[in-house]
């Protein structure tokens, strides 16, 4: 059964936009480097890193009691 956190984490990560979120579990799900995310993404490392931290920034606001 999942808690009410993971629910409220879940939701934060839906509610991303989708190339957040792309970075987001390329990052942490996959493990990839920017650089490999931005080979993905066809953008550059620089902004691989800034869509990730642009997530981490929106689901710390949204988990933020």
Known sequence: ????????????????PAD???ALIMKDGEGLSY????????????AARELYVQAMLALRQATDP
Request: charged share 25%.
């Open 35 to 46: 650089a490999d995310i931005g080979e993905r993404m066809s953008i550059s490392a620089t």
């Open 20 to 22: 957040q979120r792309a």
């Open 1 to 16: 059964m999942r808690d009410a956190f993971t629910i409220m984490v879940e939701a934060a990560i839906d509610a991303l």
